[in-house]
Structure formats: structure tokens, C-alpha cells
């Protein structure tokens, strides 16, 4: 890991997780030698796209490094999402100057899902509320929550989660297919309501861990083998 990219704090996950986050300049991180290559598609991406690209796959070698004592490189799908080691599942996520990395054994868990967002002002909040929230959802947000906050905390969480269960459910999730259903003080459970591979609907309450740290919110999760979702056939 580069010395000049400084770590962010991120809450304590179990033993079995690995995590790496970063905060990371742009123009700093383009203009070093990071040790991660560019695919052909990003080459000639904006110089935002492509250092979130690099800080994030940064976070991900480091992150599996730390797993299984190898380093390894993470490959873009043709779906656009990351290609994990055999025997690996992970999660990648970043915002403008923070990314963060999450990986563990497949042996170990089902899924993982990680989100770091900044959080929205209160304009852009408002605009974005009827996306982000299902009709029924602003009546669970508890009085010490901003408007803004829960608005972000409620993308970040929806957007942890759609990671986490992309490899059975894909594209076909929407904002309104996960409504919260209940929220404390660092965890809120989302009931995600999607079709199974068979074409039933089912019902999937999933709870999502979160913090508001440096005016940002970070959410993740984990998915057991035994949980429901994780057997929808």
C-alpha cells in the first residue's frame, strides 16, 4: 500500500473480514505509481473515474492481502463488477477521496456488501427522496437523523445490500424492493421483497451495520450460509 494514502477509520468487523479504507487526493493518487493497473475501458476515463477506480482496487489488494497472505489483482466482470480470487467474495466502494474494501472466504460467509457515501445536502436530499425511499419508509426515521442523513444512510444501505446478493438477484433489484423496517443506534434491517431464480416472491429481512463518520455514512453487512436469502431456489 502506498505511504502517501492515509488510512480512514472503520469500525471493528469480525475476525473473518478483512477490510482496507483509504483516503485518497486525486491528483496525488494519479500522479503515483499505485501498483494497479487500468483496464483498456478506463484509459481514457475522467481523472475522478479513474482514481476511484485505483484507491478502490488498492483497498481490495491490500484488503486480500491480508486474507490470504498473496497478492492478487481484481478483474472487471463483462457486468462491470470485480472478479474476486477463486474461494473469495468481496465488496468495493468509494467516494470522491475515501475508499474502502471488504473480502472473506466463501467458506466463511454467503455475501458481503460495503457502502460509503457523503452525505447529501438537505436540496439534493429532497429531490432524491422519492427514488431512494418506498412510500412507507420515512415514517422509520428515528428524530435524531436529519432529513439528509437518513436519506443517505437509506441509499448507502440499499446499495451495501445489492452488492451483497447481485450474484443471485442481479440487476433486477430496485430502491423500493428493500424498505427498512426497523433502525437503531448503529444497525438497521432491511426487508427485501425479489423474485428467486423459480420466479417466486419472497421476502428477506437483512440487517445492515452503519456509522456516520467525518460527515459521511459507511454501512456493510454480512450474509451467513444459513440465512434465507442466501438459499432461494
Not at 483498456?40 to 485505483?54: D, G, H, I, Q, W
Not at 497472505?69 to 468481496?90: K, M, N, Y
Not at 466502494?93 to 472473506?104: E, K, P, R
Not at 447529501?120 to 426515521?141: F, G
Request: aromatic share 8%.
Amino acid at each position: 500500500m502506498n505511504n502517501n494514502l492515509q488510512p480512514f477509520p472503520w469500525p471493528s468487523l469480525p475476525d473473518a473480514v478483512k477490510c482496507k479504507a483509504i483516503r485518497f487526493n486525486i491528483q496525488d493518487l494519479l500522479a503515483q505509481s499505485p501498483g494497479v493497473a487500468l483496464p483498456a475501458a478506463l484509459t481514457k476515463a475522467v481523472p475522478k473515474r479513474r482514481a476511484e477506480f485505483l484507491a478502490g482496487r488498492l483497498c481490495a489488494k491490500e484488503a486480500l492481502r491480508n486474507l490470504l497472505d498473496e497478492e492478487f489483482d481484481i478483474p472487471i466482470a463483462t457486468d462491470r463488477s470485480p472478479v474476486w480470487p477463486a474461494g473469495t467474495i468481496g465488496s468495493i466502494s468509494h467516494t470522491s477521496d475515501i475508499a474502502v474494501a471488504m473480502v472473506a472466504s466463501d467458506r466463511e460467509y454467503w455475501g458481503l456488501g460495503v457502502d460509503c457515501e457523503a452525505v447529501l445536502d438537505r436540496k439534493e436530499a429532497s429531490e432524491l427522496a422519492h427514488m431512494i425511499l418506498a412510500p412507507e419508509e420515512p415514517a422509520a426515521a428515528p428524530a435524531r437523523l436529519s432529513l439528509a442523513q437518513f436519506i443517505t444512510l437509506a441509499f448507502s444501505a440499499k446499495e451495501a445490500l445489492y452488492k451483497a446478493v447481485y450474484k443471485v438477484f442481479g440487476p433486477t433489484i430496485g430502491f423500493h424492493d428493500a424498505t427498512i423496517s426497523a433502525i437503531g443506534q448503529n444497525q438497521l434491517t432491511l426487508c427485501l421483497t425479489a423474485l428467486s431464480p423459480t420466479g417466486n416472491a419472497s421476502t428477506y429481512p437483512i440487517d445492515v451495520k452503519y456509522k456516520f463518520e467525518e460527515n459521511h455514512v459507511l454501512t456493510w453487512l454480512t450474509i451467513d450460509h444459513g440465512h434465507p436469502v442466501a438459499a432461494p431456489l
